[in-house]
Every structure is written in C-alpha cells, then in structure tokens.
C-alpha cells in the first residue's frame, strides 16, 4: 500500500505518544456502512465501531462509540449522559459540529471534545476500529486507550 496520508486524527495521537495503526479500506458512497468496512478489513463487525453523534435535551452534543452491529439505544444514551431524551443530529449538522462527514465521523479531534461513551464490549479486544476522520481509513487501537484519549465514559451493554 503506498503512503497513507495523516489525518489529524493520526496527529493527535502523534503528538500524544498514543500507538495506533492506520488501515487503509476500500468504501463506495453507495456503501458508508461499519458492515461494509468490517468486510473490507477482514475483521469482526463488532471489532469495527461506528461513532454517533445525538443531541441531548440537557445537556447538548454528545458522542457515543458503538459496534457496527449495533444501533444506538437512544434511551440508554439518554440515561448515562444526564438527559431525558436524545436524538441522533441531522446529516447536515455533521460537518458544522464535527468538522466530519457521514463515513468519516472519529470520535477522536472534533472540532470541540463533546462528552463520549464506548460501548462497553470494546473492552473484550485487544483492539478497535474507529474512523481515522475521513472515508476510507481507519485507526486501529487498543481500546483503553482509546478510552483514556478522549476521556469517554462506558456505554453499558
């Protein structure tokens, strides 16, 4: 594979002194699914989380990490964040609040560090896939430490 380029997302976590890998994947507009990047990575959908961003009654943005064959309960993401209700933001909200786009959301370097929850079977792997921040790569971390980055709370299983 030829020079992968670094995103900001790789040079946070340079500058942090955090061990990851970049993992190059092949992805189609048609197709932004963790499925489909699992399939692509030769991993588990479930090593390969998705990073969702909703909207809290409360207490605003919040981000929460999960399985790619999962969907966000958006009762329990309501109940560990401090919020009666919560719902995922519009597609069109994504880049303004995240700076990223559908397919290439990271949990890591958003434009401001909203409070983050990781499913907690992250914690069954020695590693996880997160979005590298833009389509068509991944990180690949050990998941405490992911944790430890971005200061996330557990989202229970």
């Keep these: 594979m030829g020079n992968v380029q670094k995103t900001n997302v790789a040079r946070l ?13 092949e992805y189609t507009e048609e197709d932004l699914s963790a499925r489909h990047t699992a399939e692509e990575l030769g991993e588990n959908v479930e090593q ?17 990490v999960i399985p790619g064959n999962f969907e966000v309960d958006l009762k329990v993401a309501a109940k560990i964040s401090g919020n009666k209700s919560c719902v995922p933001i519009h597609m069109k909200e994504l880049l303004p609040v995240t700076g990223y786009i559908r397919g290439g959301c990271s949990p890591i370097g958003m434009k401001k560090q909203f409070p983050t929850f ?40």
């Design 48 to 64: 390969v989380f998705k990073t969702i961003v909703l909207r809290g009654d409360r207490t605003g943005y919040l981000v929460c």
């Design 13 to 25: 976590l340079d500058s942090a002194g955090i061990p990851y890998e970049l993992i190059p994947y």
């Design 118 to 157: 990781i499913h907690e079977s992250c914690l069954l792997y020695d590693h996880i896939y997160v979005s590298a921040g833009i389509r068509g790569l991944q990180i690949k971390i050990a998941p405490q430490t992911l944790i430890d980055f971005v200061k996330a709370g557990i989202y229970p299983i």
